[in-house]
C-alpha cells in the first residue's frame, strides 16, 4: 500500500491523459463533481482533488490528490475488508486489483470502471458476510447496490454473479431483500431507458449496426478463438488461473451447480465483448476497461473457495506479493510511454512561452514523431500541465485540422477557445483561480 501510495506522487502528471485529463480539468473548472451518464460512482473519484480546489490549494497539490485519491479508496476497503467484513481473501482480490489488468488504465484511469469493479469485490464480502440483517445494514446495502448499478454498464453481470451464487447457497432470501433488489434495479432501467445519454445510445447502437460484420470476423476462423484463448491466458493469466482452479474446486466438491454457474457467466460476459467488438484479443486501454469485469468474477470466487492451512496461506501470501510485485514492475516500464507524452507536451508549451500568445495548433501530419499527442484530450492537457508552471500564462494546444475545421473555425475568436471536438469557449469563461489564457487568435506552432 506504500508503494502503491509512493507511485501515486511519482506518476501524477502521467495520469492526466485522456478521461483522466477530462475529469480532473472539469473538477478544477467548476469547482464542483462531474458526473456523467448517471455514473455517481464518479463523485467518489473526485472526492481529494474537490476538497483541494475547494481548499483554493496549488493546482499541482490538487493533482497530486487527484492521483492519491484511489489508493486512500482502496485503502479504506481493505481496512474494512479486513476489520469489518473479517474477510482476509477479499482484502488480498482488492490488492492484487491495484496491479492486475490495469497496464493501460493505471495512467488512464477510466474512474466509473476501476472503482465500480473494486466496490464490487466489496459488495461480494458484505453478501458473504450476510451483513444485510439489521433495517440499517440493509439501507447501506441498498446504497452499495444502487451505486453498483450505476458505476458501468456491465457490472449488473458481477451484482447478479455474486447475489444468485450467495442466496443459492443460502437457500433462503428475506422478502426486504426481495424488494431491495426489485426497487434497485427497477429504477436503474427505468432510469436508463427513459434518460440514456447520446454517449451511451451510441456506445449500443453502433455496435448493434455492425454486429453481423463484427461476428463474422471474430469467429469465422478457428485461429480466431485460438488468439483469444492465448490472450486471456498472457494478459489475464492470474484471473484465468483463479477461476480455472475454483472452478476445479467446485467439481471436486460436487458443487456443480456453482461451477457452471461460474463458467456461465464468464462465458456469457466474454461472448458478450466478442459478438460487439472487434478483435477482442487485442491489448488496449479500451479492452482493459472491458475485460476488468474478469478481476472480481475471478479472484473474488478463488479466495473465497479456496480453503488453506497455515503453510498453504503463507504461499498464496507469498504469490500475492510476487504478483504485485511483477506487475508493478510492468506498469512502471510501461510509465515511460506515458512520461513520454508529458514531456513532448511540456516541450511545446515551452516553445509556446517563446511567443506572446496563448492559443496554438500543431500540424501533426508535418510531425508525425508527435503521433501521441493527436488525442481528442490535447488541449486540456495542455491547459493543465502549462498552469504547472505558469498559472497566469496558461496555454491550449489543438490539431491544426481541428482548428481549421469550418464548423469550429466559424465559432472561434479572439475572446475563444476550443476545449476538445466541437467544444468552443470563451475565455473567460476559464476559472482564472488556475487557468488564464491571453486573447489573440490561434497561431501555428513548429517543433
Not at 428475506?174 to 451510441?202: C, P
Request: aromatic share 18%.
Amino acid at each position: 500500500m506504500l508503494l502503491y501510495a509512493a507511485a501515486a506522487f511519482i506518476f501524477s502528471n502521467e495520469r492526466i491523459f485522456l478521461d483522466g485529463s477530462y475529469y480532473f480539468f472539469h473538477v478544477v473548472q467548476s469547482e464542483n463533481f462531474h458526473i456523467e451518464h448517471q455514473r455517481f460512482i464518479l463523485a467518489v473519484s473526485q472526492l481529494l482533488a474537490l476538497a483541494g480546489v475547494k481548499l483554493n490549494l496549488s493546482l499541482q497539490t490538487v493533482l497530486l490528490l487527484n492521483s492519491l485519491n484511489p489508493v486512500v479508496y482502496l485503502w479504506i476497503l481493505f481496512l474494512l475488508s479486513v476489520y469489518w467484513l473479517k474477510q482476509e481473501g477479499l482484502a488480498r482480490a482488492l490488492l492484487l486489483s491495484s496491479v492486475c489488468g490495469i497496464y493501460f488504465i493505471y495512467f488512464i484511469p477510466m474512474y466509473e470502471v476501476w472503482y465500480g469493479c473494486v466496490l464490487l469485490i466489496f459488495f461480494a464480502g458484505v453478501l458473504e458476510a450476510k451483513l444485510y440483517d439489521t433495517p440499517l445494514r440493509r439501507t447501506v446495502f441498498a446504497l452499495l447496490l444502487i451505486t453498483l448499478l450505476f458505476s458501468y454498464p456491465l457490472i449488473f453481470i458481477g451484482v447478479i454473479y455474486f447475489s444468485v451464487s450467495h442466496f443459492l447457497k443460502e437457500r433462503m432470501m428475506s422478502r426486504a431483500l426481495m424488494l431491495i433488489y426489485a426497487a434497485a434495479f427497477l429504477v436503474w432501467l427505468f432510469w436508463k431507458y427513459f434518460f440514456i445519454s447520446d454517449y451511451e445510445t451510441g456506445k449500443i447502437e453502433y455496435p448493434l449496426s455492425q454486429e453481423g460484420t463484427i461476428v463474422e470476423q471474430n469467429f469465422s476462423h478457428a485461429g480466431n478463438l485460438a488468439d483469444w484463448i492465448l490472450f486471456l491466458f498472457r494478459i489475464y493469466t492470474e484471473e484465468t488461473g483463479a477461476l480455472l482452479i475454483t472452478v476445479f474446486i467446485f467439481f471436486r466438491r460436487k458443487q456443480r451447480w456453482q461451477a457452471l454457474w461460474l463458467i456461465g457467466i464468464v462465458t456469457g460476459y466474454l461472448l458478450l465483448i466478442g459478438f460487439f467488438h472487434v478483435q477482442p484479443w487485442k491489448h488496449s486501454n479500451y479492452f482493459e476497461r472491458m475485460y476488468l469485469l474478469l478481476i472480481p468474477l475471478s479472484f473474488v470466487p478463488f479466495f473465497l473457495n479456496v480453503r488453506l492451512g497455515t503453510m498453504g496461506k503463507i504461499l498464496v501470501d507469498v504469490l500475492v506479493i510476487l504478483i504485485l510485485c511483477w506487475r508493478g514492475v510492468q506498469i512502471a516500464d510501461h510509465a515511460q510511454e506515458y512520461r513520454k507524452h508529458v514531456n513532448e507536451i511540456q516541450e511545446l508549451i515551452s516553445r509556446a512561452y517563446q511567443t506572446g500568445s496563448s492559443k496554438f495548433m500543431v500540424d501533426f501530419s508535418k510531425h508525425p514523431e508527435l503521433i501521441s499527442l493527436d488525442e481528442w484530450s490535447l488541449p486540456m492537457e495542455a491547459l493543465i500541465l502549462s498552469s504547472l508552471t505558469h498559472n497566469s500564462r496558461t496555454v491550449t494546444v489543438s490539431w491544426k485540422a481541428d482548428i481549421e475545421n469550418p464548423l469550429i473555425a466559424s465559432r472561434i475568436t479572439e475572446q475563444s477557445f476550443r476545449l476538445r471536438l466541437d467544444e468552443v469557449y470563451p475565455d473567460d469563461w476559464l476559472n482564472k483561480k488556475y487557468f488564464r489564457l491571453r486573447e489573440g487568435v490561434y497561431q501555428e506552432l513548429d517543433w
